[in-house]
């Protein structure tokens, strides 16, 4: 079965192609990272498919339903790229995480146990179970992220779409969260990462997709890891600890 | 001199409990939104509803919802096309409100133009039998629909497009809060007048995050500090005698200004203590 499945996708901006032709399927069980500079049409290509971009042409399926018809949104958890930042309102670390089972289809029933238990659970995986009184926006970027993954797998969703998850999170708990995706994938979620860092995940990936620059918006590459030299630029690696993609992948580092 | 003495006076103490009951419920969304001054627009265009009242001789309760709630769909509508001029279109349909308001109060027969004041800034004694029911049956009716969409309203108020993708219906919530806002307007329109109405959506909310971690909290706050102000208010004014919509702000004020030196040394402690 296809979770994602994208067909002929355009889109522009004031006549800017931002995204063109693009053919993209992802079957249940694939753990993806789309990968390409700044500018490339990432984050556009998510939210296309999330149905937040409207398309100029082409068209989506969801879990092979069209876009338009599709309606099991709880089946898909988004973490966005961009942080919470300062909330007018005081929201709790809990309030939050607990924001992500909220569904039409509940609206007539009340937050059960079970949805208290996976959200409890969901930020003691993430290590801020301890936080979960404190205002959101009292917390630093790193945290802030690992609230936002805690509140998508609060969701218990099949289709997990992270962009740029790993964003200004700290060593430890980058492990920790490598390891949590892979986790994941492993019971069966569809992962898909946005990301300019591939080093982390890598040994998880089983499918690179790069997004081009020369001709923007377009696929450069669509195969397994590790991404082809002449892709290299696309793909950023760590300055601090030069990766050899025949060593050990250096999120399993063992502590 | 006993305040409950006078028939008049219960029935603007209800009214003033009811508003300042459900206006910081629906202002804690607005705030969230930055949406601060939606409910100051949906007053001035409630205000076209009241002088529209006058002009036809219709009951100025139901017109004014009629035409707040008309406006409410216009304001979203232009927020929904025009992102670019959306507050520059917002600020033609509130000043069009007020214009059309005193309009159409002075070309009605009589002294309507001059009851017009007590619209705008509120009355002790403008509450009537039949309106006490009224207002009771719309708080009713917020206090359901937010039981109801309460949740997916607090999910758009977080992040509208994280809402999307859980597949609440972004447009149709906004929508409805502006509604929502449109009837906490008309039910505070009589004690606390037009013009400052959304003061008593606004401001117990702001006192309250002063001191809160949490939405659910700065609500329940919020609720209490907007109905002491509103009973406080009423009571001075009716001593005072001075219009209520003036008193009833300033009592809130006062009570952001208490809490904001209050949550310095809380801050602080915190900022220690984590």
Known sequence: MSVIDVERACVEFDGDHVLENIDLRIEAGEFVALLGPNGSGKSTLVRAILGLQPLEH??????????GRFSD????????????????IPVSVWETVISGRITPRARFRRVGKEAKATAQLALTEVGLWPRRHDRLDTLSGGQQRRVLIARALATSADLLVLDEPTAGIDAENLTHLVNLLGELHKQGVTVLVVTHELTDIEHLVTRAIVLGEDRTGTIRYDGPPPVPASFADAVHHHDDHPHDQNTAPTGLTPR | MNLFAY???QRA????????LIAPLIGVFLVQR???????GMGHVALTGVGLAFLLGTAPVPTAMIT??????LIEFIRYRSRTAGDVALALLFYGGI?????FASLAPGKAASSLNAYLFGSLTTVAGADLVALVALCVAVLIVLAVFGRELFAVSLDPEIAQVQGIKVRAMSTLMAVLAAVVVVVGMRVVGLLLVSAIMIVPVAAAQQITRSFISTATLAVALGVFASVAGLTTSFYVEVPPGPTIVLVALGTFAFLALLAVPIRKRRRVLT
Not at chain 1, 73 to 88: D, E, F, H, K, M
């Open chain 1, 58 to 67: 082409g068209r989506v399926r969801l879990f092979d339903e069209p876009l």
């Open chain 1, 73 to 88: 949104w709880s089946r898909i958890a988004l973490v966005p790229q961009r942080l919470p930042g300062t909330n007018s």
């Open chain 2, 7 to 9: 028939d008049f006076m």
């Open chain 2, 13 to 20: 103490l209800i009214a003033a409990v009811l508003v300042g």
């Open chain 2, 34 to 40: 930055r949406l601060s001054l939606l409910g100051d």
């Open chain 2, 68 to 73: 707040a709630v008309i406006g409410a769909f």
């Open chain 2, 99 to 103: 214009a059309g308001g005193v309009l």
